[in-house]
């Protein structure tokens, strides 16, 4: 099993970006998938979180209005659509994939590798 985030770079600050997340030998259909975060010399926070329908959507207070969470379970893909970026949201961003439904806590079963967001001012 192996989950992949993908698509991050360097925006400047109001910027948008598009995170993906594809798995393999993982059928994305039947998980919770979540989007964290790490940035230098802080812990791992969550940042969205989608259920395997899709039907419902959590997000962490700063991100609201800002970030959308959706997925194409055809694809087996999630993606993080990433607006109004400010450097405060530089970071390494993960997906991780949990039977059940999903939480903004970081109880998920698989994770994958990162990618960086840059955010510059």
């Known amino acids: 099993v192996q989950l992949q985030a993908s698509g991050g770079g360097l925006v400047q600050v109001g910027g948008s970006l598009r995170l993906s997340c594809t798995a393999s030998?993982?059928?994305?259909?039947?998980?919770?998938v979540g989007w964290f975060r790490q940035a230098p010399g802080k812990e791992r926070e969550a940042v969205s979180c989608?259920?395997?329908?899709?039907?419902?959507?959590y997000y962490k207070d700063s991100v609201k209005d800002r970030f959308t969470i959706s997925r194409d379970n055809a694809k087996n893909m999630v993606y993080l659509q990433m607006n109004s970026l400010k450097p405060e949201d530089t970071a390494v961003y993960f997906c991780?994939?949990?039977?059940?439904?999903?939480?903004?806590?970081?109880?998920?079963?698989?994770w994958g590798q990162g990618t960086l967001v840059t955010v510059s001012s």
């Open positions: 030998g993982l059928r994305l259909d039947q998980y919770g």
């Open positions: 991780a994939a949990v039977l059940g439904r999903p939480s903004l806590q970081p109880d998920y079963t698989y």
């Open positions: 989608i259920t395997n329908t899709g039907g419902s959507q």
